[in-house]
């Protein structure tokens, strides 16, 4: 199975200073359609997860501009240009290039 | 206005069963992939199955194999998932979705004798 591995896992940041999230995949994610389908996912507090980020760097709609994706296998990231307090939850990568799909263990965003 | 509401969770002893439905609406059904999602208690999320379009093609993550089953009636526009022989490590919501980007609002199973 393909290991999705987040850092840091906790993250306390100041409002309105930047983020930034890593994940690293075990094996490559692109998929032999060319498309490499590395995902980020937002959970906030008793919510159900958001996509934010779909292919590494799309961003979905409704999703602000302060939230970008980036990298190449096996590195990726997610930033947020500015915190803001809507923004505390759970971030989450996930892979859905190779059966079974994974998940990162997830990022707390917290305010400092 | 696309609407997942999942039903069917509730208190099982462990080997029991559980059938869980996602009532769909909003969309076409029949014209997307399906998913199911899982959350174990202060824990992260994580994958449980995938069903195509037509239910021909049908994937599970491999704790869950020869014991869950997904399944989908695009007729009723609703997606099921048989759960036997259920553990107390199968404790969590669950969660349908499709695209990856709808998701309902999760339905709570609790294996516990």
């Known amino acids: 199975d393909v290991v999705m591995t987040q850092s840091p896992l906790s993250l306390p940041v100041t409002l309105g200073q930047p983020a930034s999230i890593s994940c690293r995949s075990s094996?490559?994610?692109?998929?032999?359609?060319?498309?490499?389908?590395l995902n980020w996912f937002q959970q906030r507090p008793g919510q159900s997860p958001r996509r934010l980020i779909y292919e590494v760097s799309n961003r979905d709609s409704g999703v602000p501009d302060r939230f970008s994706g980036s990298g190449s296998g096996p590195d990726f990231t997610l930033k947020i240009t500015r915190v803001e307090a809507e923004d505390v939850g759970v971030y989450y990568c996930?892979?859905?290039?190779?059966?079974?799909?994974?998940f990162g263990q997830g990022t707390k965003l917290e305010i400092k | 206005e696309v609407q997942l509401v999942e039903s069917g969770g509730g208190l099982v002893q462990p080997g029991g069963s559980l059938r869980l439905s996602c009532a769909a609406s909003g969309f076409t059904f029949s014209s997307y992939w399906m998913s199911w999602v899982r959350q174990a208690p202060g824990k992260g999320l994580e994958w449980v199955a995938n069903?195509?379009?037509?239910?021909?093609?049908?994937y599970y993550v491999d704790s869950v194999k020869g014991r869950f089953t997904i399944s989908r009636d695009n007729a009723k526009n609703s997606l099921y998932l048989q759960m036997n022989s259920l553990r107390a490590e199968d404790t969590a919501v669950y969660f349908c979705?499709?695209?990856?980007?709808?998701w309902g609002q999760g339905t709570l199973v609790t294996v516990s004798s």
């Open positions: 996930m892979q859905g290039t190779h059966w079974p799909y994974t």
């Open positions: 094996q490559s994610l692109v998929h032999s359609d060319g498309n490499t389908y």
């Open positions: 979705g499709y695209d990856w980007y709808h």
């Open positions: 069903i195509k379009q037509d239910g021909s093609e049908k």
